[in-house]
């Protein structure tokens, strides 16, 4: 079965860093670009960022750019969200998703891991 | 960015009622690449319907999605007690992804 574990949340101060990682199991993870998605309490989701297969190329939703970086490690059959110069608005639920071949669609969830910016 | 508009933001129906859900888009997108989610209270959302109208895995028939260029529906008939979620609309194009806001199905 398809898993996708989300770890590494936590309350930490505006300005502050964090590093989300996702471990992924159940597939092979070195053929499917990989997605992050986040949903602030009571509000829609909102995508994040997307890796592609190796690594090399990475989009970012205008908001996150210049302060949030995903990488992977095909390896270790994870993927890692690093967030620096953390914000009030990025306060949500982090999701890892696998991104289906055929269209692009989320076909996989993590459970979420939660990000609560505040002082 | 393609911003995605969806109506309406509830929808109050009785178990066994039709459902139907729209999505608007504020420019072209291609059919291939648009999806719709359901997410019940405190759960991941689940991938539904992708390529505007096909069925994800296990997904029952009642489950229906059409549309093409910037107009698409979901519809779900006959509903049951376990539809009644949040549903999202997702397009990808250029790279970056985005989603509507939701429609929230509701007991009547």
């Known amino acids: 079965d398809v898993q996708l574990v989300e770890s590494g949340g936590g309350l930490v101060q505006p300005g502050g860093s964090l590093r989300l990682s996702c471990a992924a199991s159940?597939?092979?993870?070195?053929?499917?670009?990989m997605s992050w998605v986040r949903q602030a309490p009571g509000k829609g989701l909102e995508w994040v960022a997307n890796i592609i297969l190796d690594g090399t190329e990475k989009y970012y939703v205008d908001s996150v750019k210049g302060r949030i970086t995903m990488s992977r490690d095909n390896a270790k059959n994870s993927v890692y969200l690093h967030m620096n110069s953390l914000r009030a608005e990025d306060t949500a639920v982090y999701y890892c998703?696998?991104?289906?071949?055929?269209?692009?669609?989320?076909?996989?969830w993590g459970q979420g891991t939660m990000v609560t910016v505040s002082s | 960015e393609t911003v995605l508009t969806q109506s309406p933001d509830t929808l109050s129906l009785s178990p066994g009622e039709r459902a139907t859900l729209s999505c608007r888009a504020s420019q072209y997108v291609d059919s291939n690449y648009l999806a719709w989610y359901q997410q019940k209270r405190g759960q991941a959302p689940r991938l539904l319907i992708y390529g505007a109208s096909s069925r994800a895995t296990g997904i029952p028939d009642r489950f229906s999605g059409s549309g093409s260029g910037t107009d698409f529906t979901l519809a779900i008939s006959g509903l049951e007690p376990e539809d009644f979620a949040v549903y999202y609309c997702?397009?990808?194009?250029?790279?970056?992804?985005?989603f509507g806001q939701g429609t929230k199905v509701e007991i009547k």
């Open positions: 997702q397009q990808y194009g250029s790279s970056h992804w985005t």
């Open positions: 159940g597939f092979t993870f070195s053929s499917y670009w």
């Open positions: 998703v696998r991104v289906q071949w055929v269209s692009n669609g989320f076909d996989y």
